[in-house]
């Protein structure tokens, strides 16, 4: 590769999007890439010119190494939305100008459905301007909806927080052993895809019972039917833990989190801001059943919790930031890296490289066949697929007995 290259993060961070960063650095520097430059706060910022040498950070021998271990993106994210090029032309000439200043020969975008949006949106515009500048998309979501790949990095060590952390909570709703018991309603990221809540299942083992039961966005809500197994749950048990999505839905379409707030906050992307289902269901329950309840939100934690990252998920994570840089330097353009499964015992994943049409935009929900029947529990499918991608630990560099991150200045 004789131009420089600029790596950018968009969209919901994960614990791991560092080290699809570090990913390219290493790759870029192997093949011998003069700069490797940050985009600060994602294709927003680039189109402003904001930029910094990744050199600075991770030349440094501890650099890479922190990285990894360092939650949220390092490098700032965003949720802009490419506007339609018609008529738009000057945001995506901006973009071009800016590369050609910096000499930047590839840009790699490090995100979900939305961040490959951009990506095949700057591809197409490339290809149809005859610019030679090529665009890769890494693939990043806790929530795990990106088609064609296998997972997505960034969902090993979500789910891996959401199991620990379930298993945690069931361990101290037990603990009472009351007659009556608490009912905990713990609420679990993934706007419509279920992946997240899904990792509920996983809390499951020798030592724990689990999870008593688990909805998922990909089934609707049925208000009358939860009241109903959560009677009768209190009536036979002297725990309950219930995982919910903050994406459930009645059937009219309306989130659960709407029936409490009808006025919830969209992004760029017209997403729905999720939050306040697990309290929504809690006082519900209390006021219907005179029960203690509890909520839980994982909210932020879910996603940021690098010290607990599946250090498959890390490494993985690296692997596709790596690759993207090889296909790129293989003249590869308008594609986004795959993680593919060649085996789950052992687990062996490898990587492709795939059209981005075909990913941009489209979610990927829960396979139907790997939920049960009773629409409030994963089976044996499900474990077998995900359990692989959740072990493994990198501990944290502790400094003052708190993990130690790498900071943009
Ligand atoms: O896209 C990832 C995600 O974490 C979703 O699971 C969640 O609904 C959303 O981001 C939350 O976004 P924000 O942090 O912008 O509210």
Same mark, same amino acid.
């Given at each position: 590769?004789? =131009? ?7 969209? =919901? ?19 011998? @890439?003069?700069?490797? &430059? ?38 700032? *994210? ?32 490090? #995100? ?6 951009? @990506? ?16 890769? #998309? ?9 088609? @064609? ?5 960034? &969902?090993?060590?979500?789910?891996? &927080? ?82 919910? *999505? ?33 309290? &929504? ?95 409030? #529990? ?32």
């Amino acid at each position: 590769m004789k =131009g420089n290259i600029v790596v950018g993060q968009s969209g =919901g961070p994960t614990a791991v999007i560092n080290s699809s960063v570090a990913g390219v650095y290493a790759a870029a520097k192997k093949l011998g @890439v003069k700069n490797v &430059y940050g985009m600060v706060h994602g294709i927003e910022g680039f189109l402003e010119d904001k930029l910094i040498e990744l050199e600075d950070y991770l030349d440094a021998p501890v650099g890479i190494e922190l990285l990894k271990r360092t939650p949220s993106a390092f490098l700032g *994210s965003c949720r802009f939305k490419m506007p339609k090029i018609e008529g738009h032309e000057d945001v995506y000439e901006k973009v071009f100008e800016i590369m050609e200043k910096h000499d930047i020969e590839c840009l790699f975008y490090a #995100g979900g459905n939305d961040s490959m949006d951009t @990506v095949k949106m700057l591809s197409d515009y490339a290809a149809a301007h005859g610019k030679t500048q090529r665009f890769m #998309g890494v693939p990043k979501t806790i929530d795990n909806d990106l088609p @064609v790949t296998d997972h997505c990095p960034g &969902y090993g060590s979500a789910a891996k &927080y959401i199991a620990t952390s379930l298993k945690e909570i069931i361990r101290d709703n037990e603990s009472f052993g009351a007659k009556k018991p608490t009912i905990c309603i713990v609420e679990i990221m993934g706007r419509n895809a279920g992946w997240l809540t899904a990792a509920a299942a996983l809390a499951k083992g020798e030592d724990c019972s689990g999870a008593d039961a688990i909805y998922l966005p990909e089934k609707v809500f049925d208000m009358d039917a939860f009241m109903e197994k959560v009677k009768h749950l209190a009536a036979t048990k002297s725990s309950v833990v219930i995982a919910v *999505s903050e994406g459930i839905h009645i059937a009219d379409g309306r989130y659960v989190c709407e029936l409490a707030n009808e006025n919830v906050a969209v992004d760029a992307f017209g997403h729905k801001q999720m939050s306040g289902t697990a309290a &929504y269901l809690a006082q519900l329950i209390a006021a219907e059943t005179g029960l203690k309840t509890r909520a839980v939100e994982f909210s932020t934690l879910q996603r940021a919790a690098t010290h607990l990252a599946s250090l498959t998920d890390i490494n993985e994570a690296f692997q596709v930031g790596h690759d993207a840089v090889v296909a790129a330097n293989e003249g590869k353009t308008g594609m986004m890296i795959t993680l593919d499964r060649n085996g789950d015992d052992p687990y062996q994943c490898g990587t492709s490289a795939y059209d981005i049409h075909a990913i941009a935009n489209v979610e990927r929900p829960v396979p139907a066949e790997w939920i049960t029947e009773d629409g409030c #529990g994963l089976n044996e499918g499900y474990e077998k697929y995900a359990r692989p991608l959740i072990m493994g630990e990198l501990l944290p560099i502790f400094v003052n007995g708190v993990p130690q991150h790498l900071v943009r200045k």
